[in-house]
């Protein structure tokens, strides 16, 4: 009997969401992007899968994970924010905050949790998220699905990280409940949001104003919102088993492979979701490795003492992830251990109470503020993503690791 009521409860749902999401498509003020395609024959309104997830062995690069989380809660307040950004030298904190940048801290607070096994982690997590949801906004008469609203609009990116904060804390706990929120539900409503900016050839729009009759805003671009675009799509696809999704991936990735190079750090995590989910094309690998190859041609300039480790923090994804997707792909894969274990090396010599930089640092700093990865020589600053980058990409690295050994 609890089994049949289950199903019967789960079909309810199913018709709630196709009902909700044929009603969005109906609505006049619609997002003037590419159409939203008709709901497959398997319903979105899916249970939860369970996650997938690497064991991780102890090591100094995972307590240095551990570390970077450690701060996130030494510095977090009791409504749940975390600290944006504070030179440590002077304490000063006046900087203006980026909420998707916040978000994206969020989620890295679940991957400490994941990889640490302590729920200390999740529980400041699911404080901050609860406290980052309120800026989550849902208008159907003007746009699809939900957004995140921050300085006066909605962010393309600001969806995609919210459904990978969503993922990380599903990969952490099996759980999508939080509080009365079903957090599945919100991150599908933000897919509907992400998919509804699309335009006819594949790329996005990056921004939309939901004030007035609402509109998106053209003018908008932010280099790695396609791929944190991408990788949501392809976590909603992980998180419900429905195609929908995937084929929403496919067909963004199909335009973004036929785009010039860059560093994309966002489009090396897609491409090792893919091999683990689906499969990599010929044109998908031979995209991956011109990406590695951008990255590790940086080098030089990456490794001055001037520059930022919050910049090549976002390398150390890049190049763990596609060494995964190679990996998972049956490429070529160990050219990347020596280059993302010389960029490791770069950022952790920053982590606190290392001090690459030499800065006259007496106790109560060091206590307040250890386990934060400052910037430069230049900023003696810690900021959010960069902890946020570095936690990511030392853990893809470190799954990197376990997959070799497991063979």
């Not at 939900?146 to 969503?166: E, K, N, Q, R, S």
């Amino acid at each position: 009997m609890p089994r049949k009521i289950g199903w019967v409860v789960a079909a309810v749902l199913s018709l709630a969401g196709v009902a909700y999401f044929l009603t969005q498509r109906s609505q006049p003020q619609q997002i003037v992007g590419t159409a939203i395609p008709n709901l497959p024959a398997t319903p979105t309104f899916t249970p939860a899968l369970i996650p997938e997830t690497i064991s991780i062995e102890d090591s100094p690069l995972k307590d240095s994970v551990i570390a970077a989380g450690d701060y996130l809660i030494h510095q977090q307040l009791v409504n749940g924010e975390l600290s944006y950004q504070v030179d440590f030298m002077t304490g000063e904190r006046s900087y203006t905050p980026s909420y998707v940048r916040l978000m994206a801290g969020t989620g890295s607070l679940y991957t400490v949790c994941r990889v640490s096994g302590d729920s200390k982690y999740c529980e400041a997590g699911d404080l901050a998220l609860d406290h980052y949801m309120g800026l989550l906004i849902s208008d159907p008469q003007k746009f699809t699905g939900t957004c995140l609203y921050t300085d006066g609009g909605c962010p393309l990116g600001g969806a995609a990280l919210t459904v990978d904060a969503i993922y990380k804390r599903w990969q952490a706990t099996g759980d999508l409940i939080l509080g009365d929120r079903n957090l599945l539900t919100t991150a599908m409503d933000l897919g509907y949001f992400i998919v509804s900016m699309r335009k006819p050839d594949g790329s996005f729009y990056h921004s939309f104003d939901p004030h007035l009759k609402g509109a998106v805003d053209t003018d908008y671009f932010a280099a790695n919102f396609p791929g944190e675009s991408l990788c949501a799509l392809l976590e909603l696809y992980e998180m419900t088993g429905n195609k929908f999704w995937l084929e929403q991936a496919h067909e963004v990735n199909d335009y973004m492979v036929t785009q010039p190079v860059s560093e994309d750090h966002w489009h090396g995590y897609a491409f090792a979701m893919l091999a683990r989910l689906d499969k990599l094309s010929q044109t998908d690998k031979e995209y991956a490795v011109k990406i590695a190859e951008a990255v590790i041609e940086g080098q030089v300039r990456s490794l001055t003492k001037i520059n930022s480790s919050v910049s090549t923090a976002t390398k150390i994804e890049a190049l763990a992830s596609l060494a995964q997707a190679f990996y998972l792909s049956g490429a070529e894969h160990e050219w990347l251990d020596r280059e993302t274990s010389t960029f490791i090396t770069f950022v952790q010599a920053r982590q606190l109470p290392d001090n690459d930089c030499n800065f006259d640092l007496n106790n109560e700093v060091l206590l307040n503020y250890k386990g934060g990865i400052f910037d430069s020589c230049e900023v003696p600053s810690i900021r959010v993503d960069g902890l946020q980058h570095w936690i990511n990409g030392v853990t893809a690295y470190l799954e990197y690791q376990s997959m070799g050994s497991a063979k």
